[in-house]
């Protein structure tokens, strides 16, 4: 199992309700906490403030961070689709990616 596999299972971990002892539950709500104040600031940006109402930071039975980001519009949803895109256009081409 490679790194991205191991942070992908402790994100599906069900959120903790129940805490157990010695797993830092703070460090992770932090940084989903860190990850929402800057989709916050970014939408905010695009005055599209009130874009993802449901938006919120959460943490699993593992300790990691979980972004909520809840129910959205079919215009915020074209919005994230579109973002992507212009991120995936405008990011320099991979070594696999160039003609030899």
Known sequence: MNANEDTFSLAEGEPAFLLDEGIAYVRGWANAQHAVSALKQALSELGQDEAI???RADVNVFGAGIVELGHVTPQTAVL????LRVMRHSRAPTDKECAA
């Open 53 to 55: 109402p449901r938006l």
């Open 80 to 83: 994230i689709a579109e973002a």
